[in-house]
């Protein structure tokens, strides 16, 4: 089914969510490359001054990477796939780091070594595998993070050219569920921006909840209900939505 672009008012009395690779920046083979540019860190700005703080990060990034993206920045962050979350009054909330996950990150440095392009991502409550430069490594990476969760008991986790051993118990849709009951969102219609597979509960549980998601990217399965094309559309999108709360 084909989706139509979101309308310009959609975030009229909403809370607005957003995804962050992949939504609100380009994909980059390795997450240190990210970086937020003067239009972004203005546009999220507004947002948030025009939603009255009602705007959310919900990324797989750390809660301390998005912060330092931003600056140490005024809205909530859900972090680590829904495990990390900094309430919008300020609390913060942590899942507790397994000791596995140090075995785990030794694994996956070894692959990485014998497996030139491979590049491995350690969160603190997770690790990830990425083969974004390096794609024949797909099958011999997942099959390795594969064993590894099970080993351990946790969560796998797959995503664009990625693979994550992570904490279970979470997702973005727990996450998004979890901080509209805070007061600052309670009572709002809640609008999710996402791009990944990994973004599909947060959708689910927006339109749970009497809201919707918007795909970013290619046409795929999936709960949104409007479809943004990529980055660059997203961002206009931002851009003339905040126009609307303004009119």
Do not use: C
Request: hydrophobic share 50%.
């Amino acid at each position: 089914m084909t989706l139509p672009p979101p309308p310009a008012d959609l975030l009229r009395d909403a809370a607005l969510f957003l995804d962050f690779d992949g939504t609100l920046v380009e994909l980059e083979a390795h997450p240190e490359a990210v970086a937020v540019d003067a239009r972004l860190a203005a546009l999220i700005a507004r947002l948030t001054q025009a939603l009255d703080g009602r705007v959310a990060i919900v990324s797989g990034r750390p809660v301390n990477g998005i912060r330092a993206l931003f600056g140490d920045p005024p809205f909530a962050i859900s972090g680590s796939h829904g495990l990390e979350v900094v309430w919008p009054d300020g609390r913060e909330t942590r899942a507790e780091r397994p000791a596995a996950l140090d075995r785990i990150v030794a694994s996956m440095k070894a692959f990485a070594t014998a497996t030139p392009g491979v590049l491995v991502e350690e969160k603190p409550l997770g690790a990830a595998l990425h083969y974004r430069a390096v794609p024949a490594a797909e099958q011999a990476a997942h099959a390795l993070a594969t064993r590894l969760a099970a080993d351990a008991a946790l969560h796998l986790q797959t995503g664009k050219m990625m693979v994550e051993v992570r904490v279970p118990g979470a997702d973005k849709g727990t996450a998004l569920a979890a901080l509209m009951d805070s007061p600052a969102l309670a009572g709002r219609r809640p609008v999710f921006l996402g791009d990944d597979d990994t973004d599909e509960p947060a959708m689910v549980a927006a339109r749970a909840l009497g809201g919707a998601g918007v795909l970013i990217g290619a046409p795929r399965p999936t709960a949104a209900l409007w479809r943004l094309a990529g980055v660059a559309d997203t961002l206009n999108w931002l851009d003339a939505a905040t126009e609307s709360l303004a009119a």
